[in-house]
């Protein structure tokens, strides 16, 4: 039983063929720029322009969120050549959703064109790893109709995209938790203990995924949450709106040997059951506040808000470059002084965000008198 409609295997084209001229009646000026793009090997902005009947403007702002989301790319940016563009990806599949939908029956419908011969075994379990963790968000929050995935393997690496078209996953978050914005949901997500379904979710497969693969990223309501574990980096963009839903995208290199049990273990501390708990994390500080100045105690405290699940959080200062003495007193001494068990560990910090951990650390001195 066939689950997806396979919308396109680079070189043939299944769907019906559109005329470069014609446009849908719903004038979703991105779609037509899309299926414009998957029907040819490449084509030029003049095309565009003669299907969408946009201006270069308006067809430049559809690229740039298409380019953004994963699905198209320059062909040649070459000074004094005409750019062309063309689909991002090998295979798409557009998929109905269901609540009988299942992730496991569906990686198997399409493993065998995503996973390529000469992968390692790592590489095949990640992928199928990361496929189901992030097929079952869409079909269990994400309240789509329908979700797209695209594949595309090139220079020793592979890539997959999961996209819905629903509420939208920051959305979702912070209407459900009355948060005063979209990003505050990045913040929910970086810790993994976080999740709006308690009684059948841990929070904790978005989390492991994103480090689980080379490259990650998830875009909705044009904020893009980027992460990138080859240099170890994650970082938050705004990337102009791309409409409804949430766009997951991952890269793996092919030969990679990462493990998924040495990444469950790192993050895992065993019981005195002796059974491995989910108790370590890891929070990159200037994604999760936005470019903004870490000085104050408030800022600490939303920081660290739901962490004491962990018995270990770890603060990765990359890019911070100071840090208030109310943000650091409140996260180094105040926080682990009222929870008792929870340790909490700078990395990557630069001189002067050291400094001032270390003051924090060492508590009020004393006056002499």
Known sequence: MHLCLDILTFGSTIQPEMSKTQVPEHRDYGDVIRRTIEAAPSVSMAELLEATGLTRPGVLYHLKNLIAAGEVEYVDKTRGRSVRYRAAYDNRWVCDVSPE???????SELKDDVLDPHMTPEARTIHEYVFGEMVNNVIEHAQSATL???HRAHGGSTWVSVRDAGVGIFYHIAASENLPDEFSSIRKLQSGAFTTDPESHTGEGLFFASRAV??????SGGIAWITNNVVGD???KQIGSRGPG???VWRLQDETRRSLTGLFD?????DDDDIPQFAVTSIAVAASE?????????QAQELLEGKDA?????????????IGQGFADEVFRVYPMKHEGVSIVDVNANPAVSWMVRRAKEGPRQSIS
């Open 101 to 107: 939908m299942s992730e496991h029956a569906l990686w």
């Open 290 to 298: 936005k470019g903004t100045q870490l000085l104050t105690r408030s």
């Open 234 to 236: 994650q970082t938050v």
């Open 310 to 322: 962990f018995q270990v959080i770890i603060l990765d200062f990359s890019n911070v470059s100071s």
């Open 266 to 270: 790192f993050f895992s501390i065993v």
């Open 214 to 219: 080379d490259e990650f990223s998830v875009s």
């Open 148 to 150: 797209t995935v695209t």
């Open 246 to 248: 949430t766009s997951i």
